[in-house]
Every structure is written in structure tokens, then in C-alpha cells.
């Protein structure tokens, strides 16, 4: 523990050079402009801006991106309050109340619980990470294969079942995720896969081409594909962007309470931001003395969602770190963003490079507070370009996620997968398949095969090796009791309103 | 008879959902064509495809199941606007072909040229009709991109046309 601390402050050191000062600064303004941009969500802001961080120095450029990261939530949260649309599940909350605050003339309000509790949840969930993770990836040292294995299986599962309202459309999206997982050559015999006598599909489909392409462009297709594109109207902002006494006294409790809500159910596999910022909300109406102003724009209902989001960002990220496995769209891009470094997160990150992922968890806290001081200041320059035209602002989006998807290797073939990603990501929003286990199960496919195939070596090909040793009896005990539970629950139900 | 009780919507998503069935079947035809190299190892690298494939091929007939029953996805609404218009395709087509000029033209005539026409056919299809104002944007804006990937980050984007001019 000590010996983290000590690391930690090497970690200040880091960032606390004039060179990567700026490329912090430079990310937080650049995460929360193109978070604020309606229909971006953090993970296409992250996929968006990687580009640029692949001329720079690994250290600085993971520096940039944890700023961008915090930057993107940040500037999501001001685009769900004063626009009167979400643009994405996180967020759907915050735009209940929040735009409903706004239209009560209380952006300002609003604004502030948003920035201020996800300052505070960003900072507790950070500390709770930087100590977290390094006990996690301790232990993950001891994980054999199969048990990996488990815990992707886990991890498929939660975020297959229990993203979006239907189950069977979640697995649906993880087969697709599998599938463009499967493309290229097989990493031990070299086998190749799917590839149809095309040279350029050997080394497989990128990660960054599919999830740009499958938000930006499939976005903008689903978009242009409804009859009429409709400007979503921006709310006025009166006055400054703070808070009264009163509504600090209002806001405190749901913060603390949204971050640990948030957190735990970051670092546990529990399927994105949906459910913590629905959970938190429920509670905050449940506690508060003024039940009849949740639905009318209660600062408690801005105040803990928007923590529980936050908090919940981190926490995805302690799996990340320490095991390499991304349970969200945001914690997959911040993934690949590490691979392009060659740098690959797990257990062994914090030994191999430990002045890269302290200097990364560092740098979360300073991003968060350079986006303190600068976001409510600033808000007013946020707020002109939410007032953007549509037509404009998506035109950009696309032409920008095909330079991300090209500049990566420079190659017209990422290009056309970007095209045909677009349009499954088109055919998903239209028939409501979420999104997130297609991210998933890209990412994740290639690493179980490989823990399959590692762990099957170990035993010689017995598979009785896969369910052999606690830790992966416990992991898919508890996979039975997530997945087959509710099953059970709902039929006992549906079996008792029949009766 | 089945089919005639689904609404033109139903019928769109139940060739969705089948499509993912065939997709399976397809995936396990190509792993039963794969060329192995000289196979020594424990675990077939077939072996891995074929669980995808039969996964796939489940979860397909699942929801082929769940629409013929009747039940249908939501349409995201997470945006503005009804997710329950009819499509459009006239509007998403030139979409579609905005981001295949680019795709065609960008090693043909250079980023700056495929850049702007993407960026004003994609402004077009949403709505705009200023024509030449929206040239002169889409203009402005490929330049701008251009010259801050290509000479502020070294980022090599195809010159195309502009080959003299911009170097």
C-alpha cells in the first residue's frame, strides 16, 4: 500500500512536466469539445481523437487520453442538460431532470451539481482505482487460463443480457462482435479466417475502424435513413453556472451516494452506465424529502446519476488495468488506445510499466480537476457549439471518423470496412440491438480463444481443465445465478399472474 | 400464413434476424474450407470458429423466433425525432454514397477532394440546401483538417490534385 502511494507521487511527477501539463490541457479541452457535440458519446470522442495522439510519446499520449476521457463524460453531461435529447444510455437520466432543471431556468444549477458531483465521484473513484487495481492485478497474477476464461465468458454474458431491453438482441450483437473478431489469421497456426483471398484482412479488422464507424456512422445513417432530421433546440442559460447554499446542501449526499452506487458496479461486469445511473436515480427519489419534484427537475436527480456515471467510468477502468478486460464501449477504446502504444494492460502492466499506468492514473485526477476550472467558466463557448446545425455537425463526424479510420494505417481497406460496419451499425439502431456487445465481443473473442487454447494446452486437451479449481467454479456459479436467476424469477412471475 | 401477419417492419427485421442464422452457417462453411498449415497443436485452430459459428446460428433462430412471436426491438431514441418513421432511403442512400465517393476518391484525387465531397453530400442528405455556401464550408473544412493532420501531426494524408500546391 505504501509502496503504492510512493509510486503514485512518481506518477505526479510525471504529469507535472511542462510538455505533459499541455497535452493534458490540451485534452480536456479537446474531450469536452467533442464530447458537447450532440450524438458523440465518450467512447466515439475517445475513438475520434486517437488519431492524433499517434505521433506523440506513449507517456504524454496516455497522459492526453485520460484527460480525454474525463473530458468526454464532462462534456456530455452539459450536451444532455441543455439539449433536450440524451444522445446516449448514460445520459438518459441526466437529460430527464437536468433539461427539466434548464427549463425552469435552473441550467445553471444543473450544470454545476453535474461538474462539481463528477469532479468529486471522478476523484473518490480514482483514489479507489490507483488503489484498487494494483491489489486486483496482484491476485489476477494467480488467475490460471481457464479462469480467464471464465471471466470472459462472464463478461459476455452480463454485457450481452443486460444491456437494453432485450436479451436475445444483446447475444445477437455479441455473434456479430465474435464474427468480425474471428477475421485474419489465426495467431498460432496462422490459418486464415474469413478473409476471402484479401491480403489486407490477414492482420484481422481494427478495433478503432469498428467502433468509430459503428457510432459515427451508423448514427449518422440511422439519422438520415428517419424522414425528417430534427434540430434538437438548445435551452437558454441565464446567469452564471454555480450553485446556492441550498443546493449544495441538496447535492452532496447524492453524489457520495451515486459514486458508490457507480463504482462497484463499474468493476464488476454489470453491462454499462445504464444500470448504475437508473439504480442511483431510483434511490435519490426514494431518500428525498421532495418526492414531488423528481420528473419536475430535481437537482438530487442530476446530481446522483451523474456521479454514479462518473464513478462508473473509473471503475470500469480497474478491470481494464488490471485484468485487460473492457466490460464497456468507453474502457474497449481506452484498450486499444494502450495496444497502439504496444502496450498491452493486465496483470503485468503494473510491473512492465509502471511509470505508464501511474503516470495514467495520475494524470485522471489532474484531467479531472483541470476540467473543473476550466468547464464552468467555459461554458458559455460550450453551450455556441451545441448550436451547431445538424446538418453541418454530422457531415463533420463523418468525414472525421473516415480520417480516423484511414489514418490509422493509411489504408483505403479500413476505409471500406468502416462502410460496412456503418451500415450494421444502421440496421442495429433501426431494429434495437444495443451496441456495446458487438464492441465486446470484437475485443474479447480473439483474447478467450486464446485463453481456451492456452489453457487446453496446459492439460493436453483435456477440457475438463475449463471448469477445474475454485476460481472458475465460482465465476460461472455466479454466471448461473446472474443469467439463470432472473429466467426463474420472471417465470415464477408470469406463472403467478396466470394464476 | 405466418409470414402475411407481419407488418412490412416485421418482415424487415425477421430477414435481420435470419441473416445472422445464415451468417453462422456461413462461418462454419468457411472454417470447414480453412487451409491448415501443418496442424501440431492441441487445439485445432477450427475448433474456436466453429463454436462462433454454432453460437451464431442460435442466437439468429432465437430472435427469428422472437419476431415471428411478435416481438420487436425498439428503435434507438436516443436522438431527436420519431424512431418510428418510415425510412427514408432516398436520404440515407446519398449518405451512403458520400462515404463511398470518399472511400473511392481519397487515393485517386486526394484527401481534400474526397473530404469535401463527403462533407457535402453527408450535408446535403440531412437538409441543406445552400449549395455553394456549403461547398465553400466542406472546402474550408478539408483544408483545415488536412493541414493540421498532415503538417501539424505528420499524419500522411494522400495529396491527390494538390500534390504541387500544398507541399
Redesign the interface.
Known amino acids: 500500500m505504501g509502496n503504492n502511494f510512493a509510486m503514485l507521487l512518481d506518477g505526479f511527477q510525471t504529469v507535472f512536466t511542462p510538455t505533459n501539463l499541455m497535452f493534458g490541457l490540451l485534452g480536456t479541452f479537446l474531450g469536452t469539445l467533442v464530447g458537447v457535440l450532440p450524438g458523440i458519446g465518450p467512447a466515439l470522442a475517445i475513438g475520434l481523437l486517437l488519431p492524433i495522439t499517434l505521433t506523440v510519446n506513449p507517456t504524454s499520449a496516455l497522459i492526453m487520453f485520460a484527460a480525454i476521457f474525463y473530458g468526454a463524460m464532462y462534456g456530455g453531461s452539459t450536451t444532455s442538460i441543455l439539449l433536450n435529447t440524451p444522445g446516449e444510455s448514460g445520459s438518459v437520466i441526466t437529460a430527464l431532470e437536468g433539461n427539466k432543471m434548464a427549463k425552469a431556468g435552473r441550467a445553471g444549477a444543473a450544470l454545476a451539481t453535474a461538474a462539481i458531483g463528477s469532479f468529486v465521484a471522478g476523484t473518490i473513484a480514482t483514489i479507489l482505482l490507483a488503489f484498487g487495481a494494483p491489489v486486483l492485478a496482484e491476485f489476477a497474477l494467480t488467475i490460471q487460463p481457464a479462469g480467464y476464461l471464465s471471466l470472459i465468458i462472464l463478461a459476455f454474458a452480463t454485457v450481452g443480457t443486460l444491456l437494453g431491453t432485450s436479451r436475445i438482441r444483446g447475444l445477437i450483437a455479441l455473434s456479430m462482435g465474435l464474427v468480425i473478431g474471428l477475421v485474419g489469421a489465426d495467431l498460432q497456426s496462422g490459418a486464415l479466417r474469413l478473409t476471402f483471398g484479401n491480403l489486407n484482412a490477414i492482420d484481422g479488422i481494427e478495433t478503432v475502424t469498428v467502433i468509430v464507424a459503428i457510432f459515427a456512422l451508423g448514427e449518422t445513417l440511422y439519422l438520415a435513413s428517419r424522414h425528417t432530421i430534427v434540430q434538437a433546440s438548445v435551452m437558454q442559460m441565464n446567469g452564471k453556472a454555480w450553485m446556492t447554499r441550498e443546493d449544495f446542501k441538496r447535492s452532496w449526499k447524492p453524489w457520495l451516494r451515486g459514486t458508490a452506487i457507480g463504482f462497484p458496479l463499474g468493476v464488476i461486469p454489470a453491462g454499462g452506465s445504464e444500470v448504475p445511473t437508473f439504480l442511483s436515480y431510483g434511490v435519490e427519489k426514494a431518500l428525498s424529502k421532495n418526492k414531488d419534484e423528481f420528473g419536475k427537475g430535481a437537482i438530487e436527480g442530476v446530481a446522483g446519476p451523474e456521479a454514479a456515471n462518473n464513478a462508473n467510468a473509473a471503475g470500469v477502468l480497474v478491470p481494464m488495468l488490471a485484468l485487460g478486460l473492457p466490460t464497456s464501449a468507453t474502457a474497449a477504446v481506452v484498450l486499444v488506445a494502450f495496444q497502439s502504444f504496444n502496450i498491452q494492460p493486465g496483470p503485468m502492466l503494473f510491473q512492465t510499466n509502471p511509470e505508464i499506468v501511474w503516470g495514467l492514473i495520475a494524470s485522471l485526477f489532474v484531467g479531472n480537476f483541470l476540467l473543473l476550472v476550466l468547464n464552468l467558466p467555459l461554458i458559455r463557448f460550450w453551450v455556441l457549439l451545441l448550436k451547431i446545425p445538424s446538418h453541418y455537425l454530422y457531415a463533420g463526424i463523418t468525414t472525421f471518423a473516415l480520417l480516423g479510420a484511414y489514418a490509422l494505417n493509411n489504408s483505403t481497406f479500413d476505409l471500406q470496412v468502416a462502410l460496412v460496419v456503418g451500415v450494421i451499425g444502421f440496421l442495429f439502431r433501426r431494429f434495437g440491438v444495443p451496441i456495446t456487445p458487438l464492441i465486446i465481443g470484437a475485443i474479447l473473442g480473439p483474447l478467450s480463444e486464446l485463453y481456451f487454447k492456452r489453457a487446453l494446452q496446459i492439460s493436453q486437451g483435456d477440457w475438463g481443465i475449463l471448469v477445474a479449481g475454485t476460481f472458475p467454479k465460482v465465476i460461472y456459479g455466479i454466471l448461473i445465478l446472474v443469467i439463470i436467476g432472473p429466467l426463474v424469477w420472471n417465470f415464477k412471475k408470469t406463472f403467478a399472474v396466470k394464476k | 400464413m405466418i409470414l402475411n401477419k407481419l407488418s412490412k417492419q416485421g418482415k424487415?427485421?425477421l430477414a435481420?434476424?435470419s441473416s445472422?442464422f445464415l451468417?453462422?452457417i456461413f462461418?462454419a462453411w468457411?472454417?470447414s474450407k480453412?487451409?491448415?498449415?501443418q496442424?501440431n497443436?492441441?487445439?485445432s485452430?477450427?475448433?474456436?470458429?466453429y463454436m462462433?459459428a454454432a453460437?451464431?446460428t442460435l442466437?439468429?433462430f432465437?430472435?427469428m423466433l422472437?419476431v415471428l412471436r411478435g416481438?420487436?426491438?425498439?428503435?434507438?431514441g436516443?436522438?431527436?425525432?420519431?424512431?418510428y418513421?418510415?425510412?427514408?432511403?432516398k436520404?440515407?442512400g446519398?449518405?451512403?454514397v458520400?462515404?463511398?465517393m470518399?472511400?473511392i476518391l481519397?487515393?485517386i484525387a486526394g484527401y481534400v477532394i474526397a473530404?469535401t465531397v463527403?462533407?457535402?453530400?453527408?450535408?446535403?442528405?440531412?437538409?441543406?440546401r445552400r449549395i455553394l455556401k456549403d461547398l465553400l464550408?466542406?472546402l474550408v473544412?478539408?483544408f483545415v483538417?488536412y493541414f493540421s493532420?498532415s503538417k501539424g501531426?505528420?499524419?500522411?494524408?494522400p495529396s491527390g490534385f494538390f500534390e504541387g500546391i500544398l507541399k
Do not use: K, R
Request: hydrophobic share 50%; proline share 8%; glycine share 10%.
Open positions: 424487415g427485421e435481420f434476424a445472422f451468417l453462422g462461418v468457411d472454417t480453412m487451409d491448415i498449415p496442424d497443436s492441441i487445439v485452430p477450427q475448433t474456436f470458429p462462433v453460437f451464431a442466437v439468429g432465437g430472435l422472437d416481438n420487436h426491438g425498439t428503435p434507438d436516443d436522438e431527436p425525432g420519431d424512431p418513421t418510415p425510412l427514408n432511403f436520404t440515407m446519398i449518405v451512403a458520400a462515404i463511398g470518399h472511400v481519397l487515393e473530404a463527403c462533407f457535402w453530400g453527408v450535408a446535403y442528405a440531412f437538409g441543406s464550408i466542406s473544412f478539408a483538417v493532420f501531426l505528420n499524419i500522411n494524408l
